[in-house]
Structure formats: C-alpha cells, structure tokens
C-alpha cells in the first residue's frame, strides 16, 4: 500500500486562486523531509488516527530547531511560510485533511499524479527523500509542492539532476496525470462522491 493516498477536494483553479484543499489517508509511518513552503501555509487538520507534526518556530528554516507537537482528533495546526516542518503519521496511520493558502495548484497536479502512478502500481513512497533511483522523481514534486528540502543529502540529490531531463519528467507527468482539466474533473468527481 503507499504511504500517503491524497484526494484533491478544493481547486485554486475554481475558487479564484484562495486554496487548495485535499484529503489524505496516511499509512502508518508516513512522513516527509523536513522541508519548507515560499509560497503558501500549510494547515493540518486530523480526523482519525494519530499525527505529530514536528516544526519550527515560525520563519526558521532550520531542521534542528523543529520541535514535535502531537495533534488530537479535530485539532488543526499551521505551518506559516518559510518554516522548517514535516510531519509523522502514528502506527494506525491519519486522516487528514490539508488545506494550503493561497492555493497551490502544483501541489494539486502532485495529488493526481501520486493517484495515477497509485493506479499504476507505479507509486509507493517519496516521503524518505531523494536517493539515486528516486531523486528525478523527488526532484519533480518539490519542485510542484515548492518544497526545499534542509537536509544536506535531499538538496544535493535533489540540485545534482539535469534540468532538461527533470522539465521532461515535469511535462509527462501533468500531462499523463494532472492538466488544468483534470484538476477540474478530480474535484467534481470528489464532490459527486461525497453528495
């Protein structure tokens, strides 16, 4: 099963750009590189299961100064911009729904691609962080979830890959997974879904 198994519910690309809004179902263990966001917050609401999001004080990027905060069911925490953070799912996992403001629209084409390459058996995990077989890959959704990752390793993976290459992987992705049109199509079938 992968790690994280998100659902886009709310599109910039529909509400004027104030937020993307998806759902995500977090195995247990799931977890991120502590990273940082230049361009929206992050909030964090947990519906069931157990999460611990470790940050920063607000606008340090620095790893070593996170601090864990467990979140209770119905409790929401978030990370402002330019802040050092990941999170932890517990062993029975987390539902959680994340919210980013402004909207993120690259981190919605990430939702349905991570979903495609699901649906292809393609996808398990890049929560671990770049290493040689995934850092293309890693280095793609980084760049769509402008996430910049602190630790040494992750940036030097992540920096090392050719460009040409990596706009490539870019392009085939959204466009196999996650144009405009089906950001559009994933939050109207998410919507059906929950009517």
């Known amino acids: ?66 601090r864990e905060f467990n979140l209770s069911v119905g409790q929401d925490s978030t990370i402002p911009l330019s802040t050092a953070h990941k999170f932890l799912a517990g062993e029975d996992g987390a539902t959680v729904t ?40 890693v280095s793609v959704l980084a760049e769509l979830t402008d996430s910049h990752p602190l630790t040494a390793n992750d940036a030097d993976m992540i920096e090392k890959q050719d460009r040409e290459a990596h706009e490539k992987l870019k392009s085939e992705l959204i466009g196999r997974y996650a144009t405009d049109e089906m950001i559009k199509e994933a939050v109207a079938r998410t919507a059906a879904a929950s009517a």
């Open 1 to 66: 099963m992968p790690d994280k198994i998100p659902t886009l519910v709310e599109s910039g690309l529909l509400n004027g750009g104030k937020r993307s809004v998806i759902a995500s179902d977090l195995g247990p263990g799931s977890t991120t590189f502590p990273h940082y966001h230049k361009t929206f917050t992050e909030n964090f609401k947990l519906h069931s299961g157990s999460l611990t999001i470790i940050a920063a004080p607000e606008g340090v990027k620095d790893a070593a100064a996170m």
């Open 98 to 137: 994340v919210t980013f403001e402004p909207a993120a629209i690259g981190f919605e084409r990430t939702v349905l691609i991570m979903r495609g390459l699901q649906e292809d058996d393609e996808y398990k995990s890049w929560g671990g962080g770049a290493n040689e077989e995934n850092a293309m890959f």
